[in-house]
């Protein structure tokens, strides 16, 4: 059984930090890309950053370069997303996902998704 279970998230000040974590289980991970996507109430699904099979690529959205840090342990199947300097505009939910051997922007290319883990950054 395929599962991708997010943890992490939670309720945090402007400018702290959190980490979330992508746990993979059920399929080859090291032959996966991995991607997080957030959405907001009312919004669309956004790729936040992507990390290719090996970890030797990755992308962020202009949003959250040089604050967000995506990076994954072949060993554990996990994947792992650190944030930094959070503004209340990154509140949403984070979803991890995995798609086989290469990442897209399109999250309907996605072959497996978790359930999501809210972040809300608010005084």
């Known amino acids: 059984q395929v599962q991708l279970v997010e943890s992490g998230g939670g309720l945090v000040q402007p400018g702290g930090s959190l980490r979330l974590s992508c746990a993979a289980s059920?399929?080859?991970?090291?032959?996966?890309?991995m991607s997080w996507y957030r959405q907001a109430p009312g919004g669309e699904r956004e790729l936040v950053a992507a990390?290719?099979?090996?970890?030797?690529?990755?992308k962020y959205a202009d949003s959250v370069k040089g604050r967000f840090t995506i990076s994954r342990d072949n060993d554990k199947n996990t994947a792992y997303l650190q944030m930094n300097r959070l503004k209340p505009e990154d509140t949403a939910i984070y979803y991890c996902?995995?798609?086989?051997?290469?990442?897209?922007?399109?999250?309907?290319?996605?072959?497996?998704w978790g359930q999501g883990t809210q972040v809300t950054v608010s005084s």
């Open positions: 996902a995995a798609k086989y051997y290469r990442g897209s922007r399109d999250p309907g290319e996605y072959d497996y």
């Open positions: 059920g399929f080859l991970f090291s032959t996966h890309a």
């Open positions: 990390i290719s099979s090996t970890g030797g690529s990755t």
